[in-house]
């Protein structure tokens, strides 16, 4: 991530026509901060971790070629995702598949492709395990289990909560005999998958995880009496710092905790998967609006911009679990300074609730400027929201060079009407 990645970006968006009076909403991803951060990935764990993108953090088709060109696998949770990871470039061998309410033609699809399959519950074991007897497959196998560790900051994005509807629950009753004897009479079950929460979840919580998840290949191979369980697959859910441009926690962070808490994954004996998403991806972008209007009600300066619940649903819907640095730019793009008043920003939708900013102190907003919505690379592209019946904004690919020089190229156009009304139906 370049620091003033958007200081570059927005003047040079502004200057090309790309944001402007009738283009007033933009997207925009720092294609080199990405390919850094990959870098940091890579650097952080031993070569024999394959690290999956999660795509659902970011969708777009430019957005999963960048992290295959980068060395990323891909993870894919519906058929609709599947479609593009494959229509992106990705080998299958090289996609993960996890989507909870898998279909038999899914399934089959699945099984037929070599990608990997993590399935959800025994009912789901009985649909793969008849088509497992009737076809061959390359696709590496196993359960998805939820280790039952807690819940994180942000319950709705805490998976391995005891009662989570995701993966199989260990701790209950039965579970981990039937798990074991599952594996121990199906040899084609070779991996095991966990995924303990996104966002909000600290790094001992989801080391906790991975570690019960671990402990149960050891207690599967020990009962098979051999290697079976080759493959564990960790997830991914490495918190953004949301509060300034510092990453933290880091993959380094990450990395040295397991290596203290599962040293297993660490000794090659296990093939090891990662699924990040966010934390590839949110801290490389950002969404950019121009200003339309400024008022004072009730005393309260009240800037009317043109993102909100449409590009930014999440944030407006729980305002506490996702707020978003927010920061001031003049016509022209410059970052403004000094004038400090406290504001609200606020969408353009017809519901009183759809502010993207509280009670910030910023400097004082006039129309025509620019606010923009930072760490926004990793699921606001990929979360829109038809109400209003407003267009998806264009996205673009920034390359920033040494020179300070931005290249845009675009990933996504502005939706046009006829699209946008096609998708409402
Ligand atoms: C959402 C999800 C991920 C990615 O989570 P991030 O917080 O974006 O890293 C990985 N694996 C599974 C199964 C998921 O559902």
């Not at 309410?101 to 008849?130: S, W």
């Not at 707020?323 to 022209?332: E, I």
Request: aromatic share 8%; with cysteine.
């Amino acid at each position: 991530m370049v620091a003033d990645f958007h200081e570059i970006t927005l003047p040079a968006a502004i200057k090309n026509g790309l944001i402007g009076p009738e283009i007033p909403l933009a997207g925009f991803i720092d294609t080199r901060g990405v390919a850094a951060t990959i870098g940091d990935l890579h650097a952080a764990f031993p070569p024999h971790f394959e690290h999956m993108f999660a795509a659902k953090a970011n969708t777009m088709k430019n957005a999963l070629e960048l992290v295959r060109e980068c060395g990323m696998g891909c993870e894919v949770a519906s058929p609709g995702e599947l479609e593009q990871a494959l229509r992106a470039g990705f080998e299958p061998s090289r996609v993960v598949f996890d989507e909870p309410a898998k279909t038999p033609a899914v399934l089959r699809k699945v099984l037929q492709l070599g990608a990997a399959l993590n399935i959800d519950n025994f009912q789901e074991f009985d649909r793969v395990a008849g088509l497992v007897s009737e076809m061959q497959s390359a696709s590496d196998i196993g359960f998805r289990i939820n280790p039952q560790v807690g819940t994180g900051r942000i319950g709705a994005m805490s998976t391995a909560t005891l009662s989570s509807k995701f993966g199989v629950a260990l701790d209950d009753d039965g579970n981990r005999e039937q798990i074991v004897e599952c594996y121990v009479r199906n040899p084609w079950l070779t991996t095991l998958h966990t995924h303990v929460g996104s966002q909000g979840c600290s790094l001992e919580l989801m080391a906790t995880g991975v570690r019960k998840v671990t402990d149960l290949a050891l207690q599967i191979n020990a009962e098979a009496g051999n290697r079976q369980v080759r493959v564990i697959d960790i997830g991914g859910g490495l918190a953004v710092n949301f509060d300034s441009a510092e990453v933290k926690p880091t993959f380094a962070d990450y990395a040295r905790i397991l290596r203290d808490e599962v040293p297993e994954l660490f000794t090659g004996d296990f093939r090891v998967k990662t699924e990040f998403g966010r934390s590839v991806i949110a801290k490389n972008g950002f969404i950019a609006s121009r200003v339309e209007y400024t008022k004072v009600s009730g005393g309260r300066h009240i800037a009317i911009t043109h993102a909100g619940a449409q590009v930014a649903t999440r944030t407006v819907f729980m305002p506490d679990a996702w707020k978003l640095r927010v920061s001031v730019h003049n016509p022209s793009g410059q970052a403004r300074q000094g004038n400090m008043v406290v504001q609200d920003i606020a969408g353009p939708l017809c519901f009183a609730g759809d502010m993207v900013a509280k009670a910030r102190e910023l400097p004082l907003i006039e129309p025509g400027d620019h606010v923009v919505l930072h760490d926004t690379g990793g699921y606001y592209f990929s979360n829109p929201f038809l109400y209003n019946a407003l267009p998806a904004p264009a996205v673009y690919g920034v390359d920033v060079a040494e020179d300070g020089n931005a290249r845009f190229s675009q990933w996504r156009q502005v939706q046009s009407m006829d699209d946008m009304l096609a998708a409402i139906g």
